[in-house]
């Protein structure tokens, strides 16, 4: 694609469900990058893939919080037991280089839990 | 602790005006700062980088490492300037996903 996809768009869920979102990062990028930003705060990094080296999970803020990656393709990002703090938008970005300044980011996920 | 502070959540200016975006940080070393932009409905881009030291659309930014500063100035605003604006720092040359961002500042162009 032309550029990193994420889906869904929108997602309302209740409190307590599971919830699954969804990167299609630009072809042959090796890393990618998961954020988000809740309402009046700063982006909040949460995970790092680069190829095939193990994860950098330190920004993810609890056990609930889980992502994975397949080789250089979709990434998803799982929260369990969906929680009110967790309603934010969530930010995927892929880069061909490694440097997130060099990133390309898609148009995020506005996850709310009501 | 790392920390990127913009004061101002809204900042609204008539077209024309002179717009100055503000950016604090805190870091113990020699960070990188960057600005970001996010136009509406468009996606989270890169705006500039203090180590290129150069003028995209206008806007420059200097760091001033005795005030810890970074801001986002432009003489000029347009009204295609309104965006959210997101200063950030990295203390890797903003590989690994250390960029840490501010909260952002909307900037409102009146016509």
């Known amino acids: 694609g032309a550029g990193v996809s994420q889906s869904p768009s929108n997602k309302v869920t209740e409190k307590g469900k599971d919830v699954e979102l969804r990167c299609d990062p630009i072809?042959?990028?090796?890393?990618l990058y998961w954020y988000r930003q809740r309402l009046g705060q700063g982006l909040e990094f949460l995970i790092y893939?680069?190829?095939?080296?193990?994860?950098?999970k330190s920004g993810l803020p609890s056990d609930r919080f889980s992502a994975e990656r397949t080789g250089e393709s979709v990434s998803t990002l799982t929260i369990q037991r969906t929680q009110q703090e967790d309603s934010a938008v969530y930010l995927c970005?892929?880069?061909?280089?490694?440097?997130?300044?060099?990133?390309?980011f898609g148009q995020g996920t506005r996850l709310t839990v009501v | 602790a790392q920390r990127v502070t913009q004061p101002e959540k809204l900042l609204s200016v008539f077209k024309g005006a002179p717009v100055e975006l503000k950016c604090n940080y805190s870091?113990?070393?020699?960070?990188?700062l960057f600005w970001y932009v996010q136009y509406s409905r468009q996606r989270l881009q890169l705006l500039l980088r203090?180590?290129s030291r150069e003028s995209i659309k206008g806007f420059t930014a200097d760091l001033n490492k005795g005030e810890t500063s970074f801001h986002l100035k432009k003489p000029f605003a347009q009204e295609e300037d309104s965006a959210m604006y997101y200063c950030?720092?990295?203390?890797?040359?903003?590989?690994?996903?250390?960029?840490?961002f501010g909260k952002g500042t909307k900037l409102s162009v009146k016509p």
């Open positions: 072809s042959g990028h090796t890393a």
């Open positions: 950030a720092l990295s203390g890797y040359g903003g590989s690994q996903g250390n960029l840490i």
């Open positions: 203090h180590i």
């Open positions: 970005a892929s880069s061909s280089t490694g440097f997130l300044t060099e990133a390309f």
């Open positions: 893939f680069q190829g095939n080296s193990a994860p950098d």
């Open positions: 870091y113990s070393g020699s960070p990188e």
